[in-house]
């Protein structure tokens, strides 16, 4: 009996790797725009279990500014709550589908603060 409750214990874990999925990541995504002459920065969410498939998923892209105000919390008081978790929690309770969000750079090669003038 013991033995058979092991193996019905190992076999349980073995299907749980197989099938475990990717957790949602953002990445940073950088690329030379030979038009512009510059290199341009996005940064892109991928749904959980992105990694294990080859469905296709719609894209998403946030303009404003920068990407970071959609990827870092600790910018205009956002509280700790990024598009990352939010895109996560409606997608786990069902509310939206898995998607591909991208917040590609919206500024120039430089600065938003040195476009300002800010020191």
Known sequence: MKQLIRLILFLSLLV??????SP????????RSSALGVSKTCQVYLPTGYDNTTERYPVVYFF???ESEWFNPSLNGRSGTMLKDVADDLI????IGKMILVGPSTTSSISFVEALGVN
């Open 92 to 95: 786990s309770s069902a509310q």
């Open 24 to 31: 949602s990541r953002v990445d940073f995504i950088t690329f």
């Open 16 to 21: 749980e790797i197989l099938f475990a999925q």
């Open 64 to 66: 404003r500014l920068h």
